[in-house]
């Protein structure tokens, strides 16, 4: 991960994305709860494109990077790439490129990327301003579910925002509150049931409903 200073934060809600790797599914799981994602079949679209994104994340394979990157901004530029070529990634940074990722991306590197450029915690690591211990990728998007709509979920909502119409065992969700609940409950927070629907609560609030991952 290599990096220029942090740009002045932006005001807009939007990312777009230009990668037609299954990479993408990574930027959706960590950028989708807070952000609304735009994704453009090539870069040859994103100048006429209007409007100011918060971020853009790019895969520059044969394009002239040093003109698009010059064109995109101020806007902050993540590029995604598999040249790890030194000259190229320094070329990059010195035409404007906030940060360089190297393909295969690794999850933690990106994350930590993407918190920085867009100034907020994506996927929180704790409640109440106390550190949640040993808490999983997966496990933090689920948390940072409830933190962020703070209101009761469905489990449709719950598959939908996890998973994005990925299938997936029924049963893998179970596991997943079961496992957020256990690390959670020393802190004094649960995540509870009642009419079908799954809310994070203080252990102070009272449920009709438990659930386990049984």
């Given amino acids: 991960m290599l990096l220029n200073p942090p740009p002045a934060q932006l005001s807009s809600d939007e990312v777009w994305i230009v990668d037609d790797e299954p990479s993408c599914d ?9 952000f609304r994602l735009r994704a453009f079949e090539s870069l040859e679209r994103l100048p006429s494109v209007g409007g100011s994104p918060r971020l853009i994340v790019i895969d ?10 010059r064109r995109l901004q101020p806007t902050p530029v993540v590029v995604a790439t598999r ?12 035409k404007g490129a906030s940060a360089l990722c190297l393909k295969p991306l690794r999850p933690v590197e990106v994350l930590l990327t993407f918190e920085r450029l867009l100034g907020v915690d994506l996927l929180p690591t704790g409640l109440g301003g106390q550190a949640v211990k040993g808490l999983t990728l997966k496990e933090r998007r689920l948390l940072a579910l409830f933190l962020v709509r703070q209101a009761p979920l469905s489990r449709e909502d ?8 990925v299938t997936v065992n029924r049963k893998t969700l179970d596991v997943h509150l079961f496992n957020l609940r256990r690390k959670i409950h020393p802190l004094g927070f649960d995540i509870v049931c009642e009419n079908h629907a799954y809310e994070l609560r203080s252990r102070g609030q009272e449920s009709s409903e438990q659930f386990s991952a049984s």
């Avoid at 990574?26 to 807070?34: A, D, K, P, V």
């Avoid at 040249?83 to 010195?94: G, Q």
């Avoid at 719950?158 to 119409?165: I, M, R």
Wanted: include cysteine; aromatic fraction near 16%; charged fraction near 20%.
């Fill in 158 to 165: 719950l598959f939908e925002g996890l998973w994005a119409g």
């Fill in 60 to 69: 520059p394979s044969g394009a002239d990077v040093g003109l698009l990157l």
């Fill in 26 to 34: 990574l930027y959706t799981q960590f950028l989708s709860i807070r």
């Fill in 83 to 94: 040249d790890d070529n030194l000259d190229f990634v320094k070329f990059c940074l010195s």
